[in-house]
């Protein structure tokens, strides 16, 4: 067990997402004696987010290891007296919670916050983005101030904030208006008034919903790389950490910066998968005979570990010019979209983490918290544990 989840009352964003179900699910079968987990969920009202946290966390094949573990029953049992799903959403002020008296039982009892909540699409509309992965990081940071107890904070960004770097990339944190083609000066505050005055210019133009989308989804990507980064979602995922260690004051915050996420290892059981991943994409079009290349280079260093959207495919063109056509423009959108991935040459310094799992080592914990990548043979690990796993989730 872990002692220092031992009694305490911890808050999780983003609760129906992939890595959050792994960290409740861990949790619960490692330290049963936790505290609480408030979990946010976005739903409105506690009927509806009850509904969400049984059908979307509860009900997946991932709990099954604990369920046979202690028992059907005790499981219930033990969710009803720790696990408290909240109705809420990261983009609004205090999450937009009604209930005022969970409201301030959080803010009495909370001692970690986790968030995972993010929009991870590269190409997500801009305002969608900020709100979220921008706005919705300060948001849990002005919520952590209003917490008594809180001791620390950890935000989970992606490894990618970095860009398109070459060689060893070192894992540092940025300073608030930085930026990476170091030639612009960006202003967060400039950046969402860009937003109003865009989305204001298409309003009159009584465009249909489509039509707005696909501007926003355009003008993020304009920003981003206006200011040196590759897409939307590593560019509002970078502002997001600035935000959080320009504002932190006294609060220790934690970033980890994920990079590619495939299936689980061996926790609770090997090859756990939910939707389609990154590399899983290629993979299946590949077996299905849908596709027999994919744009890249066989040099690339591609990082298989901790979330991005689908890798690029490219269809079998038909003969009719129409099919013909949108496929080579979708092509061509995917290509730009995930070229900083697919033509990736950096390594990223991991010398945080080994430190980190040094420390775990020394209080006897590296079996219960294992994280040690060295120890994956990487092509048992794809033919035995991840394929099987992905056209398992599949069919």
Known sequence: MDPFLEGKTIFITGATGFLAKILVEKILRIQPNVRKLFLLIRASDTKSVRKRFNDEVMQTELFSVLREKIGANNLISLIEEKVFPVAGDISFEDFGIDNSDMKNKMFKEIDIIINSAATTRFDERYDIAMDINVLGALNVLKFAKRCENVKII????????????????????????????????????????????????????????KEVTIAMRDLGIQRANLHGWPNTYSFTKAMGEMLLGHYKEELKLVIIRPTIITSTYKEPFPGWIEGVKTVDSFILAYGKGVMNFCFGDPNTKLDMIVELANLLLWHRFDKIHKDLKRKIDMAIRLSELYKPYLLFHGSFDDANTKRLRMTMKEHKMDDVLNFDPSCINWEDYFMKTHLPGAVNHIF
């Open 154 to 209: 950890v935000h989970v960004s992606t490894a990618y904030v970095c860009g398109e770097g070459e060689g060893v990339i070192p894992e540092k944190s940025f300073t608030l208006g930085e930026t990476l083609n170091k030639n612009s000066k960006l202003n967060i505050d400039v950046e969402r008034e860009v937003i109003d005055e865009k989305l204001k210019e298409l309003e009159a133009q009584s465009l249909t919903t």
